[in-house]
């Protein structure tokens, strides 16, 4: 069974750029939920897809955007880059949305550093 | 809304001691509870989570944690540490009902193990 798996690792841009970020979820899985960790912090919910549809938005900025694509991979796009987006981007997979105990399993992370 | 609190920000155990890590959530109901760790660079492993039934789950690496509803509380913890459990250790809260679709996490927990 393969893991939920994110790319690039690290990432270097510079401010007001654009950047895409790529997770392909665990095998069986059909939701994929995007997070943000701040240097320091905790992550933070940025948004979840469920069938090509966005299940859930946190309190981020409409310049984060994303995809989910039939095989269930996901992008997350950022647009007008600033330094205060420089952190860990955490993918994560799940079975089902909608209601039930599911467990979400996180990837490895992309790196984003803005300078 | 949810939220989690993690008062212990770093935590300094020797090698074969017990350990124990606080976690309290505010939530309307009873939510969905995990703890996650993370090391250096990496992303998150799950290490055990409470969805309904027995409060004192167990999960891996010799973890277990409980569930305490009069206290908030999702308290971690280990009865002999190793070396290899230096990490950032998360606790989070889920939504049921919602899909789960939301994580809210704390802002962590530094182990570090002396010998």
């Known amino acids: 069974e393969t893991g939920v798996t994110q790319s690039p690792t690290h990432l270097i841009k510079t401010r007001g750029q654009q950047v895409t970020l790529r997770c392909s979820s665990q095998?069986?899985?059909?939701?994929v939920s995007w997070y943000q960790q701040a240097l320091g912090q905790g992550p933070q919910f940025i948004f979840q897809?469920?069938?090509?549809?966005?299940?859930g938005r946190g309190n981020f900025p409409p310049r984060f955007s994303g995809l989910q694509f039939p095989n269930y991979s996901s992008e997350l796009n950022v647009n007008a880059l600033e330094l205060d987006d420089s952190a860990l981007y955490l993918c994560?997979?799940?079975?089902?949305?909608?209601?039930?105990?599911?467990?979400?399993?996180f990837g490895p992370g992309t790196r984003l550093t803005v300078l | 809304a949810q939220s989690v609190t993690q008062p212990d920000i770093h935590i300094t155990v020797s090698e074969g001691a017990s350990l124990e890590l606080r976690c309290n959530y505010s939530?309307?109901?009873?939510?969905?509870l995990f703890w996650y760790v993370q090391s250096p660079g990496q992303g998150l492993q799950l290490l055990l989570k409470?969805?309904?039934?027995?409060?004192l789950v167990q999960g891996i690496k010799g973890f277990e944690a409980e569930f305490k509803r009069s206290q908030s509380s999702f308290n971690l913890r280990k009865p002999s540490v190793h070396w290899s459990d230096a990490a950032e250790y998360f606790c989070?809260?889920?939504?049921?009902?919602?899909?789960?679709?939301?994580?809210?996490f704390g802002t962590g927990t530094r182990l570090t193990i002396i010998p």
């Open positions: 994560a997979s799940s079975s089902s949305a909608g209601g039930g105990a599911d467990t979400q399993y």
């Open positions: 095998s069986g899985h059909n939701t």
């Open positions: 897809y469920y069938r090509e549809e966005e299940n």
């Open positions: 939530y309307g109901a009873t939510p969905y």
């Open positions: 409470y969805f309904s039934g027995d409060t």
């Open positions: 989070a809260v889920g939504r049921p009902n919602f899909g789960n679709e939301k994580l809210t």
